[in-house]
C-alpha cells in the first residue's frame, strides 16, 4: 500500500481543505492551479490590468495581441525580491513565520517586423507589421516557512492514527505492516485490533507544534506573434512551455501522557512523537494563448484574451517516517527507506479575461480588467490509487472565480507614476479569503533605456488542518489553524529598445 494515500488530512496544505479518504494530490493540483501572468515591473503596478493596454513586454506572457504595438525591437529583465511573512492562530496561541527570497521574475524580448507594402499604397492602412516575442516568466512562488503551534484540548493525533487503523480494518479485515498507522501501533501510540481499538495517549491539552518549511516555483517559456492592422485591430497568438518545481518538509510533533506496557506493566509515561513527510515534485507542460485588441478611437482600447488549460506531467517523490520517544522507555522510529514516486497527469483551469484602457493623450491612462478562471475545470488523471476520490475533492472543494484589475499610470515628461489593485476571488468553497494584491510603482526613460521599480503588498487567509477525523469514526473535533499571509514584493525592470 502506498502510504501517502492513508494520510488523508495530516498532508494537507497551506491553501486547501480535504474531504476524508483523499489524497494529497486534489491538493497539489490546486497549488500548481494558482499561477499568475508574467509581467513587467511597470504592468505589475498597475495591478497586472493590461489586457487592453499593449505595446508593454508583458504582452508576450499575456494578451499577444499587445506585441503589435511595438514599432522597435525591445528587451528586458525583472529580477524580484519576495517577502513572505504567516501569522498562525492555533487554539488560540499565536505564532510567526517568514521568509525571504531573490529570484528572476521575467525576462522578455520582442522583435519588430514591418512589413512591406506595395509603392503608392497608404501605409497605415492594411497589415503593417508581425512582430515576434518570447519570454521567461516566474508565475507561481513555493517559497514559505509556515509554523503553528498549541494546546489541543480535544485529544491527540494518535486519535487519527487509530481512525486509519479502523478504516484500514473495516476495509481489509487486517492492519497492513509499513502504514502509518502499524509504525503508530509499534511505537505504542494506539493498542491492536485484537486487543481492541484504542489510542494509548490519556492526556488532554497536548502540545501541538507544525513546522513547514516550502521552497520552488513554477515558470513558463512563452512564443508569441503579434500582428497589427491599419492601426486599429492586433491580433496574437501563443504558446507556453511550463515547468515546475515543488519542496516540502513538514514536521508535526506532540507532547503528552500515554498508559503504555513496560516490562508487562501499563504505566503511565510522559511521550513527544514527531511525524515527518517529505515530498519533492517536478513537472512540465504547454498552453496556448490568443487575443486582440481593438480601438474605436485613437483614446480607447478594447482587448480579451483567452488562456487554454495548461496540460501537465507531473512526477511526486514522498517519504515520511513516525519517530516517538517515552521518559519511561526506549525511543522507536519508522520510516521508508525509498520514496514512493507517483507520476500523473493535470489540466489546470482555463482563463478568460477583457479589459478597457482609456488614454489621455500623452499624460497616461486608466485600465481595467476582469477575469475568469475555472477552477471547476481542474482535473487529475493518470494510473494512480485514489485518482477518482481526488477529482471528487477538485469539482466539491473548488468553485470557478472572476478576478478584477484596475491601474492607472501617469506620464510626467520622462518620468512616470504608476498605481493598481489587483482582487482575486476565493475559489474555496467554505473557507479561505479572496487574494487582494495593492501595488505601487515609478518608472523613468533616458533616450532607448528605462527603468521600472514596483512594490506590492499581498494579503490573503487561510485556514489548515493538520490532520482530519471521520465523524463517522472519531467523535473529536479537527483540529485547525487559521493562517494570515502577507506578502511583501518588490519588481526592476531594466529594459532597451534597439
Same mark, same amino acid.
Given at each position: 500500500?502506498n502510504?501517502?494515500y492513508?494520510l488523508?488530512?495530516?498532508?494537507?496544505v497551506?491553501?486547501?481543505?480535504v474531504?476524508y479518504?483523499?489524497s494529497?494530490?486534489?491538493?497539489?493540483?490546486?497549488?500548481?492551479?494558482q499561477?499568475?501572468?508574467?509581467?513587467t515591473?511597470?504592468?505589475?503596478?498597475?495591478?497586472?490590468?493590461?489586457t487592453?493596454v499593449g @505595446?508593454? +513586454?508583458s504582452?508576450?506572457?499575456?494578451?499577444?495581441?499587445? *506585441? !503589435?504595438f511595438? %514599432?522597435?525591437s525591445?528587451? &528586458?529583465?525583472?529580477?524580484?525580491?519576495?517577502n513572505?511573512?504567516v501569522?498562525?492562530?492555533?487554539?488560540?496561541?499565536?505564532?510567526?513565520?517568514?521568509?525571504?527570497?531573490v529570484n528572476?521574475n521575467?525576462?522578455s524580448v520582442v522583435?519588430?517586423?514591418r512589413?512591406?507594402t506595395?509603392?503608392g499604397r497608404?501605409k497605415?492602412?492594411?497589415w503593417?507589421?508581425?512582430n515576434l516575442?518570447a519570454?521567461?516568466?516566474r508565475?507561481?512562488n513555493?517559497?514559505?516557512?509556515?509554523?503553528?503551534?498549541?494546546?489541543?484540548?480535544n485529544?491527540s493525533?494518535?486519535?487519527?492514527?487509530?481512525q486509519?487503523d479502523?478504516?484500514?480494518?473495516?476495509?481489509?479485515?487486517?492492519?497492513?505492516s @509499513?502504514t +502509518?498507522q502499524d509504525?503508530a501501533?509499534?511505537?505504542?501510540? *494506539? !493498542?491492536t485490533? %485484537?486487543?481492541g481499538?484504542? &489510542?494509548n495517549?490519556?492526556?488532554?491539552n497536548?502540545?501541538?507544534?507544525?513546522?513547514?518549511?516550502?521552497?520552488?516555483?513554477?515558470s513558463?517559456?512563452?512564443?508569441?506573434?503579434g500582428?497589427?492592422y491599419s492601426n486599429?485591430l492586433?491580433?496574437?497568438?501563443?504558446?507556453?512551455?511550463?515547468?515546475?518545481r515543488y519542496n516540502?518538509?513538514r514536521t508535526?510533533?506532540?507532547t503528552g501522557?500515554?498508559l503504555?506496557p513496560?516490562n508487562?506493566?501499563?504505566?503511565?509515561?510522559?511521550?513527544?512523537?514527531?511525524f515527518?513527510?517529505?515530498?519533492a515534485?517536478i513537472?512540465?507542460?504547454?498552453?496556448?494563448k490568443?487575443?486582440f485588441?481593438?480601438?474605436?478611437?485613437?483614446?480607447v482600447?478594447?482587448?480579451?484574451?483567452?488562456?487554454?488549460p495548461t496540460?501537465?506531467t507531473i512526477?511526486?517523490?514522498?517519504?515520511?517516517?513516525?519517530?516517538t520517544?517515552y521518559?519511561?522507555e526506549k525511543?522507536?522510529s519508522?520510516?521508508?527507506?525509498?520514496?514512493?514516486?507517483?507520476?500523473y497527469?493535470l489540466r489546470t483551469?482555463?482563463?478568460a479575461?477583457?479589459?478597457?484602457?482609456v488614454?489621455?493623450?500623452?499624460?497616461?491612462?486608466i485600465?481595467?480588467?476582469?477575469?475568469?478562471?475555472?477552477y471547476k475545470?481542474?482535473?487529475?488523471?493518470g494510473?494512480y490509487d485514489?485518482?477518482d476520490?481526488?477529482n471528487?475533492?477538485?469539482?466539491?472543494?473548488?468553485?470557478?472565480?472572476v478576478?478584477?484589475?484596475?491601474?492607472?499610470?501617469?506620464?510626467?515628461?520622462?518620468f512616470?507614476i504608476?498605481?493598481?489593485?489587483?482582487?482575486q476571488?476565493?475559489p474555496?468553497?467554505?473557507?479561505g479569503?479572496?487574494?487582494?494584491?495593492s501595488?505601487?510603482?515609478i518608472?523613468?526613460?533616458?533616450?532607448k533605456?528605462?527603468?521600472?521599480?514596483?512594490?506590492q503588498?499581498?494579503?490573503?487567509?487561510?485556514?489548515v488542518y493538520?490532520y482530519?477525523?471521520?465523524p463517522?469514526?472519531?467523535?473529536?473535533?479537527?483540529p485547525?489553524?487559521?493562517?494570515k499571509?502577507?506578502y511583501?514584493?518588490?519588481?526592476?525592470t531594466?529594459?532597451m529598445?534597439?
Open positions: 500500500m502510504l501517502k492513508a488523508t488530512g495530516v498532508a494537507i497551506a491553501a486547501s481543505q474531504s479518504g483523499q494529497v494530490f486534489s491538493s497539489d493540483a490546486f497549488r500548481f492551479s499561477t499568475q501572468t508574467g509581467a515591473s511597470r504592468i505589475k503596478a498597475i495591478g497586472g490590468a493590461s487592453a @505595446g508593454d +513586454l504582452s508576450v506572457s499575456g494578451n499577444p495581441a499587445g *506585441i !503589435g511595438f %514599432t522597435k525591445e528587451l &528586458s529583465v525583472t529580477p524580484e525580491f519576495d513572505s511573512k501569522n498562525s492562530s492555533y487554539f488560540g496561541q499565536s505564532n510567526y513565520s517568514g521568509k525571504n527570497q528572476l521575467n525576462a522583435f519588430y517586423n512589413l512591406s506595395p509603392r497608404d497605415t492602412q492594411g503593417l507589421s508581425f516575442g519570454s521567461y516568466s508565475t507561481n513555493f517559497y514559505r516557512n509556515e509554523y503553528y503551534s498549541g494546546i489541543n484540548p485529544g493525533i494518535s486519535d487519527y492514527y487509530l486509519e479502523i478504516r484500514e480494518y473495516n476495509k481489509y479485515g487486517n492492519s497492513a @509499513g +502509518l509504525w501501533n509499534t511505537q505504542k501510540l *494506539i !493498542g485490533p %485484537t486487543g481499538f484504542q &489510542s495517549v490519556t492526556s488532554k497536548n502540545n501541538q507544534i507544525n513546522n513547514a518549511i516550502s521552497s520552488g516555483g513554477q513558463e517559456f512563452s512564443l508569441a506573434g500582428a497589427n486599429k492586433y491580433l496574437g497568438f501563443g504558446i507556453g512551455i511550463t515547468s515546475l516540502t518538509t508535526f510533533g506532540e501522557t500515554a503504555i513496560i508487562g506493566t501499563n504505566t503511565y509515561t510522559g511521550f513527544a512523537s514527531q515527518y513527510q517529505d515530498q515534485t513537472g512540465t507542460g504547454f498552453n496556448a490568443v487575443g485588441i481593438y480601438k474605436p478611437v485613437e483614446a482600447r478594447i482587448g480579451a484574451t483567452f488562456t487554454s496540460w501537465m512526477q511526486d517523490n514522498y517519504v515520511e517516517g513516525l519517530q520517544a521518559a519511561q525511543t522507536y519508522n520510516g521508508n527507506d525509498q520514496p514512493y514516486q507517483t507520476n497527469n483551469p482555463l482563463k479575461s477583457g479589459g478597457v484602457a488614454f489621455v493623450g500623452k499624460y497616461g491612462f485600465s481595467g480588467d476582469v477575469e475568469y478562471v475555472d475545470g481542474m482535473h487529475l488523471g494510473d485514489g485518482k476520490q481526488d471528487f475533492n477538485l469539482s466539491t472543494l473548488y468553485k470557478s472565480t478576478n478584477a484589475r484596475v491601474g492607472a499610470e501617469a506620464k510626467l515628461e520622462d512616470f504608476r498605481g493598481g489593485f489587483n482582487y476571488g476565493n474555496q468553497v467554505g473557507i479569503s479572496p487574494v487582494k494584491i501595488s505601487a510603482g518608472g523613468y526613460r533616458f533616450g533605456y528605462y527603468v521600472d521599480a514596483t512594490y503588498y499581498v494579503t490573503h487567509n487561510t485556514t493538520p482530519e477525523f471521520d463517522k469514526i472519531v467523535n473529536e473535533v479537527s485547525a489553524a487559521n493562517l499571509n502577507t511583501n514584493n518588490a519588481f526592476l531594466l529594459g529598445r534597439f
